[in-house]
């Protein structure tokens, strides 16, 4: 069994960029928001069950996944999210499954899940969990930078997420992404060189008890 790391972190928080970081340390990435929007890409497995649920509102003239009107539905009610996320997070849980099972060439697995916390059994999809933490109003204003939302919109989102204290609280370890990109590599960097070592030592167990 792999040794899997959990990433996690608000939106805005700089979780793609630590995962990019431990990537470039030899970490196989294993990103649940990419696998979601791969279902959602023209010909993905969800897109059928999205139209049957949504209608054809939620779609484009050339027949792709509108996703901003979508994103305003969803915002909007939250039946309509239990019921898109209903959809996407069983096959996006499989899928990570298995991309996680398949990296053996790695040293261990930093698996990337905005809603890892929120899931609730989290303790048994992980071996430890590592938060990108920042203060919220810098979440906010990175958030309406790179994307054109407004910062209502961006609040609305981060109000679906689960506050920065619970998240900071079921971390086991913490990188501060409130001062740079340089200080976040430093702090990637030592986690790295833990990863390792406890991934090793995992694997040593596994050998022994065989």
Do not use: W
């Not at 990433?7 to 928080?13: A, V």
């Not at 649920?53 to 999210?81: C, N, P, T």
């Not at 991309?99 to 040293?107: E, F, G, L, Q």
């Amino acid at each position: 069994m792999n040794y899997i790391v959990g990433l996690t972190g608000g939106i805005g928080s700089g979780k793609s960029t630590a995962a990019e970081a431990f990537a470039r340390c030899g970490a196989a990435i294993v990103d649940a928001d990419r696998i979601a929007h791969e279902l959602t890409a023209p010909a993905g497995a969800a897109l059928a069950e999205i139209r049957a649920e949504f209608g054809d509102a939620v779609f484009a003239a050339d027949a792709s996944l509108d996703r901003s009107a979508l994103r305003r539905r969803v915002f909007a009610d939250a039946g309509a999210r239990r019921r898109l996320e209903a959809i996407l997070h069983p096959r996006i849980r499989a899928e990570s499954e298995r991309r996680c099972a398949a990296a053996t060439a790695a040293p261990y697995v930093v698996l990337v899940v905005p809603l890892l916390v929120e899931s609730g059994d989290y303790r048994r999809r992980v071996h430890r969990v590592a938060v990108v933490d920042c203060d919220e109003a810098t979440q906010l204003a990175r958030v309406v930078a790179r994307s054109g939302l407004t910062p209502e919109q961006v609040a609305a989102i981060m109000a679906t997420q689960a506050p920065r204290q619970l998240r900071l609280a079921a971390a086991d370890d913490v990188i501060d992404n409130g001062n740079g990109v340089e200080q976040l590599e430093d702090q990637v960097a030592a986690l790295d060189r833990k990863y390792r070592e406890y991934a090793a030592q995992q694997r040593s167990s596994i050998e022994i008890r065989h």
